[in-house]
């Protein structure tokens, strides 16, 4: 797959786009593209849009949804935070997003007090996510809220490796995986056509029986991932713990579980 190219609509955002592109490893072009997709840099925000009649697709952390979420979102009574552990719990974990996305759940989790760090290796929803961090830092309803929330732009697996060979205390208690998998229910596709972009362009998350051994050699607490009701699981490592929902689903892998071991030297 080639390249998604960066266009500036903005001419006096000429500089962040060129920060964009050199951070992403983004192709930067004079003209808006007439066909395919392509990132477009406005003067109020990053999109991911395209010549077909859908919407632009971007991150948001201010308004919309997300400020619904963070009003009215119900607290650690949310399902997420039920599956992270957050609610009852005396100290909020270390929460790493392994699948980051347009970042929607490490944004609830970060509202609610946790410290997340992002994980995403397209250099597109990278980008998007950068973006919106950077928007959300600059409004004063949401400063506090991206400040808890760190941008990794990179392989998933590589980078939890590395964390495995820490000691425990500096590792993540949890790690959130919410994976992108070719969908093979016609009649399922719920999603919106902007959303069936972005999957088109970020690409279907293969590797994920991959992920999963990486995040359970690296999260000291527990791996969440989340998955739709009636989606398949991961290929593995068997869920210790299924929360379902209405349309999403929980599997939990609880690390004391899965390796009694590490907790037995820890004594």
């Known amino acids: 797959m ?12 000429r500089d ?94 970060a509202t609610l007090g946790c410290h997340v760090t992002m994980l995403e290796r397209s250099p597109v929803a990278a980008a ?8 959300a830092a600059r409004d004063p309803s949401t400063q506090d809220i991206a400040a808890r929330m760190t941008l990794v732009h990179g392989n998933a697996i590589d980078w939890l490796a590395q964390q495995a060979a820490l000691p425990r205390e500096a590792r993540p208690d949890v790690v959130f995986v919410d994976p992108m998998f070719p969908d093979t229910d016609k009649k399922s596709a719920a999603a919106k056509k902007g959303m069936q972009a972005f999957q088109h362009v970020i690409g279907d998350d293969l590797d994920s029986a991959q992920l999963l051994e990486a995040a359970i050699a690296a999260a000291t607490v527990r791996v969440v991932v989340k998955r739709p009701q009636r989606g398949v699981p991961i290929e593995g490592v068997k869920p210790s713990v299924v929360l379902d929902g209405k349309s999403t689903r929980f ?12 907790f037995a030297d820890a004594d």
């Not at 080639?2 to 955002?13: D, G, K, M, N, V």
């Not at 992403?24 to 010549?51: H, I, K, M, N």
């Not at 599997?251 to 590490?262: C, E, G, N, T």
Request: aromatic letters at 6%; one cysteine or more; a neutral charge.
């Open 16 to 109: 962040t786009a060129g920060q964009l592109a050199s951070r992403f490893a983004l192709p930067l072009v004079a003209q808006r593209p007439t066909d395919g997709y392509w990132l477009e840099l406005g003067p109020e925000r990053l999109e991911l849009v395209t010549s077909a009649k859908h919407g632009a697709v971007y991150a948001e952390f201010v308004e919309g949804a997300a400020r619904h979420r963070r009003e009215q979102g119900g607290g650690r009574g949310q399902p997420v935070a039920k599956a992270v552990g957050l609610k009852g719990a005396k100290d909020l974990p270390r929460v790493v997003d392994a699948t980051a996305g347009l970042g929607g759940d490490s944004f609830v989790l």
């Open 2 to 13: 080639h390249p998604t190219p960066l266009y500036c609509a903005e001419s006096a955002r």
């Open 251 to 262: 599997d939990l892998y609880i690390i004391k579980a899965l390796r009694p071991q590490d």
């Open 128 to 135: 998007l996510l950068a973006d919106a961090l950077e928007r």
